[in-house]
């Protein structure tokens, strides 16, 4: 099974292409063109300024705050292969993880703040040991790849 979350992550740039150009709009229209008359609601320009300027931030940054991460998944041939970078606002590094299937000795997932970031660690059997591989976080993945994630992972963990 072959699959990426590239949708959601191309969607979510949209997304913050149009809210960009929402409050650069709303910038202009307000300082520049001087169109919008205030106070509007009660609430003068600088008040509606700071609260659009706040509510922007929160929308751009949350994607960092989640750890959003593009992230493309295989486990046809014989290893499970892992390729993922961070989808934020500053791209990340480009990293990959590569376990052949006959050692991959399990796999765990953690939540944090109330189940907002979540995050899978895989381990890789060895003859020394067991070796433990960075979290890939999987925030951005739909419930739906979750759980095709997690049914092909146990389907090549190794019982010992």
């Known amino acids: 099974m072959t699959f990426d979350n590239s949708k959601t992550i191309i ?15 709303f910038i202009v229209l307000t300082y520049v063109a001087q169109m919008i008359r ?7 320009e600088s008040t509606w300024t ?3 300027a706040v509510l922007y931030l929160m929308y751009a940054f949350m994607p960092m705050y989640r750890n959003y ?8 041939g014989d290893n499970i292969i892992f390729r993922y970078f961070t ?7 480009k990293n990959s993880i590569q376990i052949s299937k006959g050692t991959l000795s399990g796999f765990t997932t953690d939540k ?3 189940g907002l970031v979540e995050s899978l660690t895989l381990f ?6 067991v070796a433990k591989y960075p979290p890939v976080y999987i925030s951005a993945l739909s419930k739906d ?7 092909a992972l146990n389907q090549h963990v190794i019982n010992e």
């Open 145 to 151: 790849e979750r759980t095709k994630l997690f049914r």
């Open 112 to 114: 944090k703040l109330g």
């Open 87 to 93: 989808a934020g606002i500053v791209g990340g590094r």
């Open 38 to 44: 205030y106070p509007l609601l009660g609430l003068g």
């Open 69 to 76: 991460q593009y992230i493309y998944f295989s486990d046809e």
């Open 11 to 25: 969607s979510l740039r949209i997304k913050l292409f149009g809210v960009t150009v929402i409050f650069l709009a």
């Open 124 to 129: 890789q059997k060895f003859r020394e040991g």
């Open 50 to 52: 700071l609260i659009l």
